[in-house]
């Protein structure tokens, strides 16, 4: 039985909510759970007081099958005390931040997808947008040998949809050793973080 967490968490009507985390999630032993991630149904709670949905984030470290490395998620509140030095990350582990990346961290596994050429093609894309605009990537799966990303930001209360060629990605994979070590690209790490969220798109115009 892995060891579990108790939280309460206050909802906006104020009705304090209990909820009970695993500290640490076996994904070879419950696969299940990463289908409720993907579906956006994992630690989703109704608020038994104003029905609300909620979807509080905590700290869990995920096992993989095999022999790879476990993953960090950290709630996405953590983000700035994780770029300030402030929190502690396991080196030998992967990190995501925030429950979009979890997601998307995932559906990469399931397709066997390399991050850092997945995080270039992103870098590729919001070199395009406008620096202010706060858009977001995140990819979501393949399809007739297209990579499909979300964008989230373009227009309010919508999202949009880009198709990368799979080619794109694989000459990506291939030149990875070198581009690691070239700008922009080497700002996209934070050890063990690899992420296009750490690049600055300020002085790109
Ligand atoms: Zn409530």
Redesign the pocket.
């Known amino acids: 039985m892995d060891h579990v967490n108790e939280h309460n968490i206050t909802?906006?009507?104020?009705?304090e909510?209990k909820v009970t985390v695993p500290e640490i999630i076996n994904l070879e032993n419950s696969p299940e759970k990463a289908d409720e991630i993907i579906q956006g149904e994992f630690l989703k709670l109704i608020?038994?007081?104003?029905?609300?949905e909620?979807k509080p984030e905590f700290e869990i470290v995920f096992h993989f099958a095999g022999s790879g490395p476990s993953l960090l998620f950290l709630p996405e509140i953590k983000r700035e005390a994780f770029y300030k030095g402030q929190k502690e990350v396991p080196r030998d582990h992967n990190l995501v931040i925030g429950y979009p990346e979890l997601r998307e961290f995932l559906l990469m596994n399931r397709s066997s997808l390399d991050r850092f050429s997945i995080e270039a093609i992103k870098l590729h894309l919001l070199q395009k947008a406008p620096s202010e605009s706060g858009i977001v990537i995140y990819f979501e799966k393949i399809e007739n040998e297209k990579l499909i990303f979300e964008v989230i930001g373009l227009r309010k209360d919508e999202v949009g949809i880009v198709q990368v060629p799979l080619k794109t990605y694989h000459k990506l994979v291939q030149d990875k050793d070198q581009l690691v070590q070239e700008e922009p690209y080497n700002a996209m790490f934070r050890s063990p973080y690899i992420s296009v969220k750490l690049v600055s798109f300020e002085e790109a115009s």
């Open positions: 909802c906006y009507c104020e009705q909510v608020c038994p007081n104003c029905g609300k909620l």
